[in-house]
């Protein structure tokens, strides 16, 4: 039956090539066999409706169903007395048959597809929701499919399917990295920096790196506060200048009022990586990882020095001599006219600089296998779901999208929030009521999007300060800000506090 779409030629070929049909010619059989063609096609089609997962009562409501379908009717009639050559001469109702007519059969009342059974219209809708038991991925879903039952554009209909399910949507693993992008070397020392905080042995510090040079400056920071770290980056700027961009994490330190002001009173712009993606900042992260290196040295200044009178891979220079025309004195002999001032070449330091991060995209791109994810427009319905998260639980509708950095702010039930491409994607489920409440201090609240910038501000429903409530009972609750209950340990019940 598989051969009645093709047309088949003959060809003549000597008999001493075809062994065993020449010598099987040469001994026929006594006793010819009538022509049972009717009978063999009658039992292929019996044992393909034997084998397939379908019971009789079933089968018989297919069998019904097949009989009260126009449609099927139509393509059963088509399929007993020929179908036209051309599509054009074909009924309306049957034209989505046309490509899989040679592959038609009909075997007591039900339409065949190769050996699948053709499902009525009224029945689809409840086989593909058992096609989807399991909540299998699509490709699963058309395998099982592919074993059983049939009917046009079933494949498209799998696919939409397991597109609007809520609990595959859910279950779907962490979208792939895309293709990297690397920042373009500055046109002078100290334009762009990236600044971020971190800790070692229980002490907090600042990692300011640039751009441009690599030069790095550490500060040790008393607290975490504002104030400290705008204390420390006027330090630095006394020293350097004021930059034209900072770039930072969404930390509370960079993204509160005190920050902000102090931003626009020295006149820079503040640009922030997409929450809870580090390599946005890669600048920083590298500046902490050599900070944190240097500070476990017995010597974290002779370390400091040496990594600023140490050449730079990218550039081929050392962060002193990009940051300041000439290199600087260390315990390591060297002759006095070297350390004379000399600018290094510019278009080399670039074009090294270029040809480095190239590399480094090229290996990157080929080690996460690595693809671009397409763009989202605003009123796209999105779950969100972060690398260490196990589910795409969260929804929200897309306010705004920006390609060039990757990031998009969503506006979901916990507020708008803003998120890395990666971490975002496109669903076509039904939307649910969006209710805006606080969000975590963890998460930033932003007005006034634009391409060229993000600009943060803070949750003013938020105070800075633990909040203390009165509990039904009387006593003092403590609530800190990210909404955590401060509870005491049962060990102080029994104190009892001096007067």
Same mark, same amino acid.
Request: some cysteine; glycine content about 4%.
């Given at each position: 039956?598989?051969?009645?779409?093709?047309?088949?030629?003959?060809?003549?070929?000597?008999?001493?090539?075809?062994?065993?049909?020449?010598?099987?010619?040469?001994?026929?059989?006594?006793?010819?066999?009538?022509?049972?063609?009717?009978?063999?096609?009658?039992?292929y089609v019996n044992s393909v409706l034997e084998?397939?997962?379908?019971?009789?009562?079933?089968?018989?409501?297919?069998?019904?169903?097949?009989?009260?379908?126009?449609?099927?009717?139509?393509?059963?009639?088509?399929?007993?007395?020929?179908?036209?050559?051309?599509?054009?001469?074909?009924?309306?109702?049957?034209?989505?048959?046309?490509?899989?007519?040679?592959?038609?059969?009909?075997?007591?009342?039900?339409?065949?597809?190769?050996?699948?059974?053709?499902?009525?219209?009224?029945?689809?809708?409840?086989?593909?929701?058992?096609?989807?038991?399991?909540?299998?991925?699509?490709?699963?879903?058309?395998?099982?499919?592919?074993?059983?039952?049939?009917?046009?554009?079933?494949?498209?209909?799998?696919?939409?399917?397991?597109?609007?399910?809520?609990?595959?949507?859910?279950?779907?693993?962490?979208?792939?990295?895309?293709?990297?992008?690397?920042?373009?070397?500055?046109?002078?020392?100290? /334009? +762009? %920096?990236?600044?971020? @905080?971190?800790?070692? &042995?229980?002490?907090?510090?600042?990692?300011?790196? =640039?751009?441009?040079?690599?030069?790095?400056?550490?500060?040790?920071?008393?607290?975490?506060?504002?104030?400290?770290?705008?204390?420390?980056?006027?330090?630095?700027?006394?020293?350097?200048?004021?930059?034209?961009?900072?770039?930072?994490?969404?930390?509370?330190?960079?993204?509160?009022?005190?920050?902000?002001?102090?931003?626009?009173?020295?006149?820079?712009?503040?640009?922030?990586?997409s929450p809870h993606y580090p390599q946005a900042?890669?600048?920083?992260?590298?500046?902490?990882?050599?900070?944190?290196?240097?500070?476990?040295?017995?010597?974290?200044?002779?370390?400091?020095?040496?990594?600023?009178?140490?050449?730079?891979?990218?550039?081929?220079?050392?962060?002193?001599?990009?940051?300041?025309? /000439? +290199? %600087?004195?260390?315990? @390591?002999?060297?002759? &006095?006219?070297?350390?004379?001032?000399?600018?290094? =070449?510019?278009?080399?330091?670039?074009?090294?600089?270029?040809?480095?991060?190239?590399?480094?995209?090229?290996?990157?791109?080929?080690?996460?296998?690595?693809?671009?994810?397409?763009?989202?427009?605003?009123?796209?319905?999105?779950?969100?779901?972060?690398?260490?998260?196990?589910?795409?639980?969260?929804?929200?509708?897309?306010?705004?999208?920006?390609?060039?950095?990757?990031?998009?702010?969503?506006?979901?039930?916990?507020?708008?929030?803003?998120?890395n491409r990666r971490h975002v994607k496109f669903?076509?489920?039904?939307?649910?009521?969006?209710?805006?409440?606080?969000?975590?201090?963890?998460?930033?609240?932003?007005?006034?999007?634009?391409?060229?910038?993000?600009?943060?501000?803070?949750?003013?429903?938020?105070?800075?300060?633990?909040?203390?409530?009165?509990?039904?009972?009387?006593?003092?609750?403590?609530?800190?800000?990210?909404?955590?209950?401060?509870?005491?340990?049962?060990?102080?019940?029994?104190?009892?506090?001096?007067?």
């Amino acid at each position: 039956m598989r051969l009645r779409r093709f047309n088949v030629y003959s060809e003549y070929v000597p008999g001493k090539q075809m062994v065993v049909p020449d010598t099987l010619s040469r001994s026929p059989s006594k006793h010819s066999d009538t022509d049972n063609t009717v009978e063999e096609i009658t039992i292929y089609v019996n044992s393909v409706l034997e084998t397939k997962p379908v019971s009789d009562h079933k089968l018989e409501q297919i069998r019904r169903e097949t009989d009260l379908d126009n449609e099927l009717r139509l393509v059963m009639n088509l399929t007993k007395q020929g179908w036209p050559d051309h599509i054009n001469s074909v009924p309306e109702g049957a034209r989505d048959y046309f490509s899989a007519r040679s592959e038609l059969s009909i075997f007591e009342g039900i339409l065949l597809f190769r050996d699948r059974i053709v499902i009525p219209g009224v029945l689809r809708s409840e086989i593909l929701e058992t096609i989807h038991d399991g909540h299998m991925s699509i490709s699963k879903c058309r395998e099982r499919a592919a074993t059983s039952v049939w009917w046009p554009g079933l494949s498209k209909e799998i696919a939409t399917k397991v597109a609007n399910c809520e609990i595959c949507q859910a279950q779907r693993p962490t979208q792939r990295k895309e293709p990297l992008k690397t920042t373009t070397l500055p046109e002078r020392p100290w /334009q +762009r %920096i990236a600044a971020d @905080l971190f800790e070692i &042995d229980d002490k907090h510090y600042i990692a300011v790196m =640039d751009y441009f040079s690599r030069y790095l400056e550490i500060a040790y920071l008393p607290s975490i506060t504002s104030d400290q770290v705008i204390g420390k980056l006027k330090n630095i700027f006394a020293r350097w200048g004021i930059p034209e961009i900072l770039f930072t994490d969404n930390g509370t330190q960079f993204t509160s009022q005190t920050f902000r002001t102090f931003a626009k009173e020295y006149n820079f712009m503040q640009l922030f990586s997409s929450p809870h993606y580090p390599q946005a900042n890669g600048e920083a992260e590298s500046g902490v990882k050599i900070a944190k290196h240097i500070l476990k040295q017995p010597d974290i200044f002779k370390a400091l020095m040496a990594y600023r009178s140490t050449p730079i891979a990218a550039t081929g220079v050392s962060p002193a001599e990009l940051i300041m025309g /000439q +290199r %600087i004195r260390t315990a @390591l002999p060297t002759l &006095d006219k070297t350390l004379n001032p000399r600018w290094p =070449d510019i278009n080399t330091i670039r074009s090294h600089d270029e040809d480095t991060k190239e590399r480094y995209r090229f290996y990157f791109d080929k080690h996460n296998a690595v693809r671009p994810l397409p763009s989202l427009k605003e009123g796209e319905r999105v779950l969100v779901k972060l690398d260490n998260e196990n589910l795409w639980k969260d929804t929200g509708v897309i306010k705004s999208f920006d390609p060039d950095q990757r990031t998009c702010v969503i506006e979901t039930p916990r507020g708008n929030i803003r998120r890395n491409r990666r971490h975002v994607k496109f669903t076509s489920s039904k939307p649910q009521n969006l209710k805006t409440v606080d969000i975590p201090v963890t998460d930033t609240l932003f007005e006034n999007f634009d391409n060229d910038s993000f600009r943060a501000v803070e949750n003013p429903n938020q105070a800075n300060e633990p909040k203390t409530l009165q509990s039904g009972s009387g006593t003092p609750t403590t609530v800190t800000r990210s909404g955590r209950t401060v509870v005491k340990p049962s060990r102080f019940n029994d104190f009892i506090p001096l007067e």
